[in-house]
């Protein structure tokens, strides 16, 4: 099973500044087989990025990810009021898929 | 627009079994791979399952692995887990999504409660 850690587990920005999450994998995610997610209060997650770089539906371009391998990092570019949330990585490489713990990204 | 909505959730003892079911719409549910998704209150995701279009391919997390049973009716277009065995730690929203590895369609998931 391959374990993914994300860190820092909580990261305090404000709005304008750029955020940075990391995603690091115990072993090889095939393919860059990597998502990420947003997950607000009460609400179900949302796709942001899948493959590792490509944007989903309906996600603003300030969302950007990146990696390969076992590293892997999503951008925002300048953070608004709205992306503050809690931040999970998944992979779908191997089965079983698994999730990173999250991050937390607060004011 | 794709459309999910689970349903069976609610409150059962340690050792006791329950079936949730998740309605589909808006996409082709016999072409599609299905997946289950949890989150126990408070805590992050876990991936549960997921099964092939005709139900076939099946993978399991290793924590529930001989105790839940994923299926679907593509007649029906529902999709279903069958928890048996259940835990204090399966207690969670379990969240049923279109496909199995990108995953942009989410329920609005339905709540397991295992409690004596």
């Known amino acids: 099973e391959i374990v993914l850690t994300q860190s820092p ?6 709005p304008g500044e750029r955020a940075t999450l990391s995603c690091r994998a115990s072993q090889s995610v095939s393919n860059s087989y990597l998502a990420w997610f947003q997950q607000k209060p009460g609400q179900a997650p949302r796709l942001l990025i899948y493959d590792a770089s490509s944007r989903a539906t309906g996600i603003p371009d300030r969302f950007s990810g990146s990696g390969s391998g076992t590293d892997f990092t999503l951008t925002v570019s300048r953070l608004e009021a709205e992306d503050f949330a809690v931040y999970y990585c998944q992979q779908y490489g191997s089965s079983p898929y698994t999730f990173g713990q999250g991050t937390k990204l607060e004011v | ?22 309605a589909a719409s808006g996409f082709t549910f016999s ?13 992050g995701l876990e991936w549960v399952s997921y099964i092939g279009g005709d139900g076939r391919d099946t993978h399991y997390a290793d924590s529930v692995k001989g105790r839940f049973t994923i299926s679907r009716d593509n007649a029906r277009n529902s999709l279903y887990l069958q928890m048996d065995s259940l835990r204090v730690e399966d207690t969670a929203i379990y969240y049923c999504l279109r496909g199995h590895m990108i995953l942009p369609n989410w329920g609005q998931g339905t709540l397991v409660t295992v409690s004596s």
Request: aromatic share 4%; glycine share 18%.
């Open chain 2, 1 to 22: 627009q794709v459309q999910l909505v689970e349903s069976g959730g609610g409150l059962v003892k340690p050792g006791g079994s329950l079936r949730l079911s998740c």
């Open chain 2, 31 to 43: 072409d599609s791979y299905m997946t289950w998704i949890r989150q126990a209150p408070g805590k």
């Open chain 1, 9 to 14: 587990g909580t990261l305090s920005l404000s």
